[in-house]
Structures are given as structure tokens and as C-alpha cells.
């Protein structure tokens, strides 16, 4: 059963942007923290940015601060992940994720989510 459908990604250039979309099936985000992780081949899955959806709240990873945005629309139900200024190290599955407990502490941590996308690959050419 899918919990979180993701779409957008796709091929960039250096320099270009994507957009990445998250929403839950079926039901809606409550409390939650949702956060975009991504992982490259052969490297461990790296914390992306996060938001605390009640509050709006943000948090970023050192690699994306400033060049990656992540935003919703409350009407939609839905969780986007602006990237632009991208460099072929942003290349990736880029996984969208649900902490329901929506706790500020463990916001960057993908252990404490409960919910994942199928993932999107995102691919940055050089």
C-alpha cells in the first residue's frame, strides 16, 4: 500500500532546476514531519530538508541550504522540494518521508519516519 506518492524529478544540466512533490494517499499530513531525504550509488542516504507541517517550520542539510526549498500547500495536501542551482553531486533517488509523532528532535534522522515514497530519480548532467 502506497502511504506517500511522489512525483517530479528527472534530468537537469548543471545550473538547472526540478521540482519534487509529495502527498499522502488517502489521507492527510495531521502533525507530521515530512522531509525529503536522497540517496547516490554506493553512498548513504543523506538527510535533504524537512518541514514540521503544523508550524511550517524548516530545516535544511548543509549541502542544499540555500539552493533547495522546500514548501506546501496546505490546500493540496501537498509537500514540494524546489532544487535549482544544481551540481551533479545532487544526482540521486530523492525519497519523500513522513514522521507522523512530528518531533522537532528527530526531524533530520530517517529512523524516526514512518512512511517513505517509491522514491524519484533525480539525474544532474555535467
Known amino acids: 500500500q502506497v502511504q506517500l506518492v511522489e512525483s517530479g524529478g528527472g534530468l537537469a544540466q548543471t545550473g538547472g532546476s526540478l521540482r519534487l512533490s509529495c502527498t499522502p494517499s488517502?489521507?492527510?499530513?495531521?502533525?507530521?514531519?515530512i522531509a525529503w531525504f536522497r540517496q547516490a550509488p554506493g553512498k548513504e542516504r543523506e538527510f535533504v530538508a524537512a518541514?514540521?507541517?503544523?508550524?511550517?517550520?524548516?530545516y535544511y542539510g548543509d549541502s542544499v541550504k540555500g539552493r533547495f526549498t522546500i514548501s506546501r500547500d496546505k490546500a493540496k495536501n501537498t509537500v514540494y522540494l524546489q532544487m535549482n542551482s544544481l551540481q551533479p553531486d545532487d544526482t540521486a533517488i530523492y525519497y519523500c518521508?513522513?514522521?507522523?509523532?512530528?518531533?522537532?528532535?528527530?526531524?533530520?534522522?530517517?529512523?524516526?519516519?514512518?512512511?517513505w515514497g517509491q522514491g524519484t530519480q533525480v539525474t544532474v548532467s555535467s
Open positions: 518521508a513522513e514522521d507522523v509523532g512530528g518531533i522537532l528532535s528527530s526531524v533530520r534522522y530517517d529512523q524516526y519516519y514512518d512512511y
Open positions: 488517502g489521507r492527510s499530513f495531521g502533525h507530521s514531519n
Open positions: 518541514m514540521r507541517w503544523s508550524y511550517g517550520t524548516t
